[in-house]
């Protein structure tokens, strides 16, 4: 629901992650966080507030 509102204002559903992970899955939040900074990287800075729909904010 969060990404369809996100692609309705402009904003990319790929700014959405995520994930489970116990306190026994270190290794697992471990790559968790690094796929994360991986996605934000490649991700364009978010648009101004007078490029998104403004009839939402």
């Known amino acids: ?3 369809k509102i ?3 204002i402009g904003i990319s559903e790929d700014r959405v992650q ?3 992970c116990s306190a026994a899955e ?5 790559q968790s ?3 994360i900074s991986k996605i934000i990287h490649k991700l ?3 648009p ?3 490029e998104m729909n403004e009839s939402y904010m």
């Open 1 to 3: 629901m969060l990404r």
């Open 6 to 8: 996100l692609k309705h």
């Open 18 to 20: 995520q994930y489970f």
């Open 26 to 30: 270190v290794e697992n939040f471990v």
């Open 33 to 35: 966080v690094e796929d």
């Open 44 to 46: 364009p800075p978010l």
């Open 48 to 50: 101004k507030k007078t």
